[in-house]
């Protein structure tokens, strides 16, 4: 076939000093460069960011305080989240890499009248392309001549179906864009599925289709962080006010008791108390933590901010093909003499199709690459078997009549082995079909409104028809022959198995879902209703062009299903819902969704069937492909929010009664009970229960049930603080009345010192256990499983006793002996703290709205 093309034409192509030329004035054909951060830049960005230069400054007073041990925690910490970072900075830049690789295949070109195979970035504008059935196209080029070519153009274009090609003497201005029937155009990118051509290079590189989505990739900017932001804040806050009490305490100290040593020492004391360093390693390992189990659920999280993301999407925009769909062709209906069959219906096809498959598949090229043509083999296979699917097997294909614009059709002529005459099988568009089978009016309208019946449910329609020829030779067009009119053949794309259970999930958590899709209206239509989507309409790209911006964004409030969408209205669209205050999760699998997926607050690849530069553009890939999996991980990213809000809670709580019991005895006029010893001794309890005992735990019940929170709504709220104060004052208060109760009535201060330390150790335990739900529930609280959390609290404990027992140990904290009636007392007192305030949950409404 590429003999026959070339020497046609008669055409010998650039030299090689004109390609060489060209090549050098325009560039490769291939994406430029990004401009790559190093990862050294990087890194001292990350270093200005407040929250890492606050855990590297803590680590800092930790080690003049000559506490190494923990200062090396807050510094690992540190540089395990500057490599976190790092590391998912450059994996997202990888998206263009990937995209050249894609665009960059080898070719088959003509110069200097010599075929040449050469790499496909040295492909130049104006260089001579032969392709060939299987071929990925190498760059944007105009077709010179063609033979019954098609191509698909799904990656571009997100419609399944591929497109008929023509050839044309004169190049259009502009080019037309991917997608459209009959274009003179081949885009670099797009797969050859039938027949060949001749190609002259038209655009190559970042001025080619696909280079003007890497274009449109590289100017997006990734949306920061909003939890990290919020958390900065915070950090900020509590690091001037727990500064400022510092400062304010040893001066008090110094002025009221002299000695400005002990007051310094004191001033620390307090900063360490009130330090808020556990804001930043909860959030660093939340999010490590969520993307491991999340990838449990064979989900890859790509980019930290998708996990703080997936709790509060408000809408999620997805792509038709292959995201909904399975992007594979299959037979949907069948349709011959008043009878119908119908997939969905799930019965066996029936005898009476015979004629219509068998010849369908005869019509069919012998190794079939289109995909309408391998789902009529297919069917053919699994309901008659190898024998009787007709694919030519005892026959000899004689001549193939090729698809032409003045009659849409295939025609191939078989000669039997027995010498019988000879067969000859068409297929093609419905009316095509019908003028070569001569139908009379009345067979034409009824033919007519089935074919639309059967469009309006998104099938795609072929028709097919046969006839024998005994005549000693074959006509020069199959109009010449008289065709019997066998049926009809309906193709589609068919829904994946789990879509609608997805969808009506979403809808039940508030979430809403958009189609977006390169696909015809009627397609996109049918297939949202059998997703379960109240579909009536779809908005067109073409309209949408027409929109200004605003008017945009009325239109996609409303609007559930887009149709005839490429890129740059894709990602015009996921602008608009994000301008009207959407969290967006967008999911796709072609090269025309990389740059929505990027724009999104939350992109959603498929990780088998989905292209490199889908994956690398998003910020979570499905690794099965399963649209289901969606769901469970905004269940997953809800509970994470929901647990990190728990845990920021504690932290805003457990400060209260350290904080307070520092400060309390210089108020009163009383000895120090607490230095940094004790300090550290808590900080021991509080990290790993932040970062490991509430990440651990389970959902809330009504966690896919309730809608997405506010995308304004911050980390902390005021409620939340007011209610993490409420539960440390109330351990405070039961601590440090102990403490005032106990040195009045004379109990030694080690004594005194041991009792206090004890009783706001299990005043913790309860502040914990009060924070594990925000259901009012003692059960939840005291029996719901969590592994990590009786370890930590065996472990605090046996470390407690063995202080309390060991007498080097209790010299080094300075404690006394205490009695069993004192630890009854610490226990009382835990308890009560516990029970006054599931009592009090329900009045302050902690479950998150």
Avoid at 60 to 83: M, P, Q
Avoid at 642 to 651: H, P, Q, S, Y
Wanted: aromatic share 6%; charged share 20%; with cysteine.
């Amino acid at each position: 076939m590429e003999t026959d093309v070339s020497s046609s034409l008669n055409l010998t192509g650039l030299s090689e000093s004109e390609a060489q030329a060209r090549l050098a004035a325009e560039g490769p054909n291939e994406l430029p460069q990004p401009d790559r951060r190093t990862p050294f830049r990087i890194v001292l960005e990350v270093l200005r960011e407040p929250m890492f230069s606050l855990l590297l400054g803590g680590g800092v007073i930790y080690l003049f305080l000559g506490d190494f041990k923990e200062a090396l925690i807050l510094v690992a910490f540190a540089g395990l989240s500057i490599i976190i970072t790092v590391v998912q900075e450059t994996r997202t830049e990888r998206v263009l890499d990937a995209l050249r690789n894609l665009a960059s295949p080898r070719a088959l070109v003509v110069r200097e009248g010599k075929r040449k195979r050469i790499a496909g970035r040295d492909i130049v504008r104006g260089d001579l392309v032969l392709l060939s059935e299987g071929d990925r196209v190498p760059a944007d080029a105009r077709l010179i001549e063609v033979s019954d070519l098609q191509a698909d153009e799904s990656l571009l274009t997100g419609e399944s179906v591929p497109v008929d090609k023509r050839s044309s003497p004169k190049p259009a201005q502009p080019i037309p864009a991917p997608g459209g029937e009959n274009s003179p155009y081949v885009y670099s990118g797009s797969l050859v599925v039938r027949g060949s051509g001749f190609a002259e290079v038209v655009a190559t590189g970042p001025k080619s289709e696909i280079g003007k989505i890497g274009q449109l990739l590289h100017g997006l900017e990734t949306e920061p962080p909003k939890l990290q932001t919020q958390t900065r804040n915070l950090v900020r806050f509590a690091a001037i006010g727990g500064g400022a009490v510092s400062v304010f305490v040893t001066v008090l100290y110094g002025l009221f008791r002299g000695g400005w040593l002990e007051a310094l020492l004191a001033g620390i004391t307090i900063g360490m108390s009130m330090l808020p360093e556990e804001f930043p390693v909860v959030l660093t390992v939340f999010m490590a933590m969520g993307a491991w189990r999340i990838s449990r659920a064979r989900v890859l999280t790509r980019r930290s901010t998708a996990i703080e993301a997936l709790g509060s999407a408000t809408v999620l925009c997805t792509d038709k093909t292959g995201t909904l769909t399975e992007n594979r062709m299959s037979v949907a209906e069948l349709r011959t003499n008043g009878d119908v069959w119908r997939r969905r219906d799930g019965t066996p096809v029936g005898e009476s199709f015979r004629q219509l498959i068998v010849h369908g598949v005869l019509a069919s090229a012998p190794e079939a690459f289109d995909p309408m043509e391998r789902a009529i083999g297919d069917l053919a296979q699994i309901s008659f078997g190898p024998k009787g699917q007709g694919s030519g097997a005892g026959m000899k294909l004689v001549k193939t009549y090729g698809l032409r614009p003045e009659l849409l059709a295939v025609t191939q002529v078989w000669r039997p082995d027995d010498g019988g005459s000879l067969i000859a099988a068409t297929k093609g568009a419905p009316e095509a079909i019908g003028r070569l089978c001569r139908l009379s009016k009345s067979q034409g309208a009824e033919l007519q409104a089935s074919v639309d019946e059967m469009a309006a449910e998104g099938i795609r329609v072929l028709a097919v028809a046969q006839t024998a020829h005994a005549g000693p030779g074959l006509p020069d067009t199959p109009a010449e022959f008289v065709f019997k009119f066998l049926g009809l053949v309906g193709f589609a794309d068919p829904l994946r198995a789990g879509v609608p259970a997805a969808v009506a999930q979403c809808l039940s958590a508030g979430i809403r879902v958009v189609m977006i899709t390169g696909d015809y209206p009627a397609t996109a239509i049918a297939i949202a209703r059998q997703a379960g989507l109240d579909a009536t309409e779809a908005v067109t790209g073409d309209a949408i062009d027409k929109l200004e911006d605003a008017a945009l964004n009325s239109i996609t409030q409303r609007s559930v299903v887009f149709a005839r969408i490429v890129p740059e209205q894709k990602l015009r669209i996921v602008e608009a819902l994000k301008a009207d205050g959407q969290i967006v999760a967008m999911t796709g699998d072609g090269v025309n969704d990389a740059p929505s997926l990027k724009a999104a607050h939350i992109g959603v690849a498929m990780g088998g069937r989905g292209t490199d530069v889908a994956r690398e553009a998003s910020a979570i890939v499905l690794l099965d492909d399963d649209f289901g999996s969606i769901i469970t991980a905004i269940r997953l990213g809800r509970r994470i929010y929901d647990n990190l809000r728990k845990a920021m809670t504690f932290i805003v709580a457990v400060h209260v009664p350290i904080a307070g019991l520092a400060l309390l005895p210089l108020v009163l006029g009383l000895p120090i009970i607490f230095g940094p010893i004790h300090i550290a001794f808590l900080e021991l309890v509080i990290d790993p229960v932040c970062s490991l005992v509430f990440e651990a735990e389970k959902e809330e019940d009504d966690v896919m049930r309730r809608p997405p929170r506010s995308p304004t709504e911050p980390l902390l709220s005021l409620r939340l603080v007011a209610w993490g104060t409420l539960q440390g004052a109330l351990a405070f208060a039961m601590a440090g009345g102990m403490f005032v109760f106990a040195l009045r009535n004379g109990m030694p201060d080690g004594e005194v010192r041991a009792l206090t330390f004890v009783a706001l150790v299990l005043g913790i335990f309860s502040l914990i256990l009060v924070n594990r739900s925000f259901s009012p529930s003692l059960r939840l609280a005291l029996v719901r499983p969590n592994a990590a959390l009786v370890s930590i609290l065996l472990g605090v404990c046996a470390v407690l006793g063995l202080c309390l027992t060991v007498p080097p140990l209790r010299e080094l904290f300075r404690f006394g002996r205490l009695h069993y009636d004192d630890l009854a007392l610490t226990i009382a007192s835990a308890l009560l703290i516990l029970v006054t305030l599931e009592l009090f949950k329900p009045l302050w409404r902690t479950r998150p709205r």
